[in-house]
């Protein structure tokens, strides 16, 4: 077996602390990736809180993982030592099912496995990428450009990929209204992914002072959610909702800001079912849908097309050590706009 070095958390009470456990050896279809950057999603604190169900303790968060390759299995054929890898939110799949074979892994009919939380086909829980090292099967492990600032580039495996698939699903681009609500982690990316589209893009946002940078980084237009003036003003104008955020909002408000045949794609997971009114939807034939991750082939396509049109997370690297603090301030929405931990500071 591998020892591995980890933050975790022994219980949803307690702060995330340093933890020694084993990772499996390199099998013959494995590669063993030295973790250099991970990012810190709003997912790992909602799962180590047990927001969405009860969690696998010790739980070592992170799927936002990039580094080096250290090792590889004698049949593994994309990847050499050396070489810069990234593993997203799921390290493993049926692989015959017709999602798995359409290349929608995370949709596989038997589960796929998650990257932490979660127990792998023989039954041993799996942990994340606050660690040194990780061993994931080949078919799950993404080629990463070395052209691209590697910490930014970390966030792109769940924030990137979970804005850029329902965009892409959807086609939004060119004479498309998108609205991304929440400009965090997700949202920021939704935004660049947006524009890059040709969208015309606007964030919907709690916190003002994210105005001057929601342009920087390709918004078009503005609203703070909390003013109904400004709301009122974008009543019935958007064709698509990106909504990134992680707490209870109220969908109504939102869905009223579509224009007709208009769809909100939820990609957040906040911790309570949403409560919708059916004239919500019914006046004005409009759509509510959901959207998660992105299968592996979209993933790297993804990581191929941000690589072309060098685009990167917004980040804050950070030292392991203030992890619990980073948490704070994420709940606020106060990040600019994903942590991602330097895992030399492990
Ligand atoms: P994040 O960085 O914390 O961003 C969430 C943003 O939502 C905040 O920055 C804030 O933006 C806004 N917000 C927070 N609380 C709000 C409230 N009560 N009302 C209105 N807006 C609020 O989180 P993230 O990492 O982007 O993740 C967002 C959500 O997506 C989480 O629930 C996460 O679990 C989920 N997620 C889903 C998938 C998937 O596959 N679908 C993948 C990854 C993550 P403003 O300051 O602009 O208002
Ligand atoms: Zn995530």
Sequence with gaps: MIQAKAYAAQTPETDLAPWGFERREVGPHDVQIEILFCGVCH????????????????????????????????????????????VGCMVDSCQVCENC????????LEGSTQTYNSNDRSGVPTYGGYSNTIVVREEFVLHVSDKLPLAATAPLLCAGITTYSPLRHWKVGKGHKLAV????GLGHMGVKFGAAFGAEVTVLSTSPSKEVEAKALGAHHFVVTSDPEHVKAVSGSFDFILDTVSAEHDMNLYLSLLRTNGTLIGVGVPSQPYSIQPFSLLAGRKSMAGSGIGGIPETQEMLDFCAEHNIVSDIELIDIKDITASYERMLKGDVRYRFVIDMATL
């Design 43 to 86: 997912s790992d604190l909602h799962q180590i809180k047990n927001d969405w169900f009860p969690g696998i303790f010790p739980m070592v968060p992170g799927h936002e993982i990039v580094g080096k390759i250290v090792k590889v299995g004698d049949h593994v054929k994309k990847f050499k030592v050396d070489e810069l890898a990234g």
């Design 101 to 108: 074979k359409d290349g929608l892994e995370q949709y596989c």
């Design 181 to 184: 609500l929440g400009l965090g």
